[in-house]
T-cell receptor
Framework: GQQLNQSPQSMFIQEGEDVSMNCTSS?????WLWYKQDPGEGPVLLIA?????ELTSNGRLTAQFGITRKDSFLNISASIPSDVGIYFC?????????????FGKGTKLSVKP | DTGVSQDPRHKITKRGQNVTFRCDPI?????LYWYRQTLGQGPEFLTY????????KSRLLSDRFSAERPKGSFSTLEIQRTEQGDSAMYLC????????????FGPGTRLTVT
């Protein structure tokens, strides 16, 4: 089955630093989504990517859809304390499913104030 | 703009009991999805509806699980004869038509089976 490998699993950074995380797959995806989840809450959609090579920004967040369609990257610039949380990548494959999002295991971000 | 809502937010039940969760999608969203999330993992797909029709079910959705969306609006997820392994966060998401790939999640229902 399709699996997503997300890295790093966790990271501690100083406030103001830039953050990078990525997601890779053994299979091709047609759509990549990035979510943020706070404890006890549902995931919140941050960015959606639809085309290979696409680069999309949402405020301090920038995400890219890899050329091979097997990876995606998320960058957070000038991190602040409220960026703390778990970031998930999710992909929608080309196998005919119209709803089955495949999620990574998440990157836990902690910021030192 | 009302987001996806789920009820209850928390449920504690004893093993063997039946439980039912409700999800109200974003108004006018025609697709509704159910996921399950355990600690330290990403959400795992269970099933999804387009309007009233249940179009896809995961192998995770055992015979004890049933989902309905009778009028194409809210949905219910029922778990019969709960087991301790059913303890998880149950998440509902919805999406709209041509942008069906953008799924918006509710706050989830945390189920604890004792």
């Amino acid at each position: 089955g399709q699996q997503l490998n997300q890295s790093p699993q966790s990271m501690f950074i100083q406030e103001g630093e830039d953050v990078s995380m990525n997601c890779t797959s053994s299979s091709i995806f047609n759509t990549w989504l990035w979510y943020k989840q706070d404890p006890g809450e549902g995931p919140v959609l941050l960015i959606a990517l639809y085309k290979a090579g696409e680069l999309t920004s949402n405020g301090r967040l920038t995400a890219q859809f890899g050329i091979t369609r097997k990876d995606s990257f998320l960058n957070i610039s000038a991190s602040i304390p409220s960026d703390v949380g778990i970031y998930f990548c999710a992909g929608l494959g080309s196998g005919g499913s119209q709803g089955n999002l495949i999620f990574g295991k998440g990157t836990k971000l902690s910021v030192k104030p | 703009d009302t987001g996806v809502s789920q009820d209850p937010r928390h449920k504690i039940t004893k093993r063997g009991q039946n439980v039912t969760f409700r999800c109200d999608p974003i108004s006018e969203h025609n697709r509704l999805y159910w996921y399950r999330q355990t600690l330290g993992q990403g959400p795992e797909f269970l099933t999804y509806f387009q309007n009233e029709a249940q179009l896809e079910k995961s192998r995770l959705l055992s015979d004890r699980f049933s989902a309905e969306r009778p009028k194409g609006s809210f949905s219910t997820l029922e778990i019969q004869r709960t087991e301790q392994g059913d303890s998880a966060m149950y998440l509902c998401a919805s999406s709209l038509g041509g942008r069906a790939r953008e799924q918006y999640f509710g706050p989830g229902t945390r189920l604890t089976v004792t």
